[in-house]
């Protein structure tokens, strides 16, 4: 991957639906999200139609799916499926992985063989969708192997448009991805490398909190339009977190160029934009190029 002729990369992208046509998730809950987001793109677009749509913005985007299969009874789009497609794509595709935590020993071997036999570079999890808290000890041998792995692990945090608007919450429970949770795999595991997702509605200042005090803490500015971002977000993404906070879409839900578009209009300092849309993404992937921060 050509990092120096990327205008961003994209740290959250969504494979929605598989070779044979199955999505990643019932068609409840797809409908429950797409109506939540108003969704702008493709739904369900395939891994070679996101990598053109990438690659004619000359952007990277990291792709997974969410297993959770345990708290859902819906069979996963496999791992190795998307690691494979996304293999095609090297110029534009940074596959991770997702494993339901629930699969115990089952799941620590599928994380090694995915990351050493399939180039998987990172993990997604979901804690309200997979119905587990991340401070349980249950994932802990699953965090473990993906430290010694050196890629990192993305959390899901704050509220879900999956399952918004179905009775009960489709049974989901928002509680489960609060950043504070997140804290203890922070604190337990101090060398892996974490990303909290999106503005972390009821939490900001907590996943603020997180991300100051734990070096390798990171957040990803997926699911929101930068417009609605909570001021101090963007006053920390300025200043004490310029080197730890993400670009990311939350594509095919929230498309880059609507993201894009209103970050342009957001009061961020014009050394923090490259940094945020490329360069600390590079760093914390382990791509080519920014070894060392920019100064200030």
């Given at each position: ?13 969504h ?16 409908g ?50 998307i690691?494979?497609d ?24 599928e ?23 991340p ?6 041998p ?27 919450g489709a ?94 209009t ?27 921060e920019?100064?200030?």
């Amino acid at each position: 991957m050509d990092v120096d002729r990327l205008t961003a990369i994209d740290v959250h992208t969504h494979a929605e639906i598989g070779r044979d046509g199955r999505g990643s998730l019932s068609a409840e809950l797809l409908g429950a999200s797409a109506a939540h987001f108003r969704a702008q793109g493709p739904r369900q677009p395939g891994i070679d139609e996101i990598a053109a749509y990438y690659r004619e913005r000359r952007m990277a985007a990291v792709v997974f799916t969410v297993d959770a299969e345990h708290a859902t009874g819906h069979p996963r789009i496999p791992n190795e499926e998307i690691a494979e497609d996304c293999a095609r794509h090297p110029d534009v595709l940074i596959p991770f992985a997702s494993i339901d935590p629930h699969k115990g020993r089952a799941g620590v071997r599928e994380a090694r063989r995915l990351a050493e036999r399939y180039g998987v570079r990172g993990f997604k999890f979901h804690p309200s969708l997979q119905g587990f808290s991340p401070d349980d000890p249950m994932a802990f041998p699953l965090y473990q192997a993906i430290e010694e792995l050196g890629v990192p692990a993305l959390f899901h945090s704050g509220q879900t448009g999956i399952g918004a608007g179905v009775p009960g919450g489709a049974g989901i429970r928002l509680r489960y991805s609060n950043p504070m949770l997140v804290d203890e795999v922070a604190a337990s595991f101090p060398d892996l490398r974490i990303v909290l997702a999106h503005p972390s509605f009821p939490w900001q200042d907590e996943a603020l909190a997180v991300a100051t005090h734990k070096p390798l803490v990171h957040i990803d500015l997926s699911g929101w339009s930068p417009k609605y971002f909570p001021p101090q977000l963007v006053r920390y993404a300025n200043t004490l977190l310029r080197d730890k906070v993400l670009f990311g879409s939350d594509y095919p839900v929230l498309t880059p160029d609507r993201w894009l578009a209103d970050f342009a209009t957001l009061d961020i300092k014009p050394e923090v934009r490259p940094r945020i849309l490329k360069d600390n993404a590079a760093r914390l992937l382990g791509l080519t190029a920014v070894d060392k921060e920019t100064p200030s």
